[in-house]
């Protein structure tokens, strides 16, 4: 008997109904089964991810222990020394597309990174007179250099980006498994009813709902309109500190939450995220730029998704 013939189909009464309720049952599974499975494997069991219970240093100011490092052409080689640390500082140099890479995977945390650009820019990415350029991707997932862009330099993720003038600007960045099926991230954002000059949305607290999904932008509350890719660009109501000053960002992990702020002012915010879990990235795109201190929280009691 074919499904949609069933005359118990509204009811749900006699076998006809048992069956409609054990296919629905079995075709959420399926669909659970397929959207967590990328994550799964890359994190390993689900007890593996990790959420941190007291402060936890990723950088430990000493070297790069918990960490791998990532370079388009060269691997997990560094053979420039794109990553180093020196007096407490690590140090991206920017001679290369790629990341640095926690070997864990993480949930439910609060990250705060405090970093300052350096001076120089690179071919790579096309930096050099352009706006210094890097970011932070959160609940990475999938084999390392997946992403669709920059010929797998990056990975699945959705990127808390470090730019200048657009710092706090979501990025989602899809990929591609090991098995060539798409890994494609998703936010939900409250947003002014205006695009910007892209098309791409702005967040703006209050506003109505957008999902976006697989890739596109997400815009800090105040980005200039008139924002220009153009090296040390500052507009008036920018956050962001000026160019070889200190800047403390922070990444509010909340399940499906994900808040930002910059030097202490609440710069954008996601709902309904996916993934909600994964590695934590720094990357490396054509920029130099310095972290002292990178390290994990855990959320404040009213942030809490338990």
Known sequence: MAFDECPARQTGEGS??????????????????????????????AEAIRSPSEILPLFNGRDLSGFHTWLVDA???????????????LRISG????????EQAYRDYHLIAEFKWGTKNWPWGDRV???????????????????????????????????????????LIRGTDSNGQLLAPRL??????????????????????????????????????????????????????????????????????????LNG?????????FPTSGQILLQCEGSEIFFRRVELRPLPAKQSPH
Not at 25 to 42: C, E, M, N, W
Not at 245 to 255: F, K, Q, S, T, Y
Not at 265 to 273: C, F, G, K, S
């Open 188 to 261: 939900t954002a409250e947003v002014a009813a205006a695009r910007d000059a892209d098309g791409w949305f702005t967040w703006q607290k209050g506003g109505r709902r957008q999902t976006i999904e697989r890739w596109g932008r997400l815009n800090w509350f105040a980005k200039d309109p008139q924002w220009k890719d153009l090296l040390d660009f500052r507009a008036a109501r920018d956050v962001e500190k000026a160019p070889g000053e200190w800047n403390r960002l922070e990444c509010l992990c909340a399940g499906s939450r994900i808040t930002v702020l």
């Open 75 to 89: 691997k997990r080689e560094d053979p420039r020394r794109v990553f180093t640390v020196t007096n407490g500082l």
């Open 95 to 102: 001679d290369g597309l790629g990341y640095l890479s926690t």
């Open 265 to 273: 002012t609440v710069v954008n915010e996601a709902l309904d995220v």
């Open 129 to 171: 007179g352009k706006a210094r350029d890097s970011g932070i991707f959160l609940h990475s997932f999938g084999p390392d250099g997946n992403s669709h862009d920059g010929q797998g330099a990056f990975k699945a993720a959705i990127e808390c980006n470090l730019f200048q003038g657009a710092t706090g600007d979501f990025l």
């Open 16 to 45: 006809c109904g048992l069956k409609a309720a054990l296919l629905g049952v079995l075709v959420r599974r399926l669909i659970l089964t397929s959207l967590l499975a990328p994550i799964l494997l890359q994190a390993g069991p």
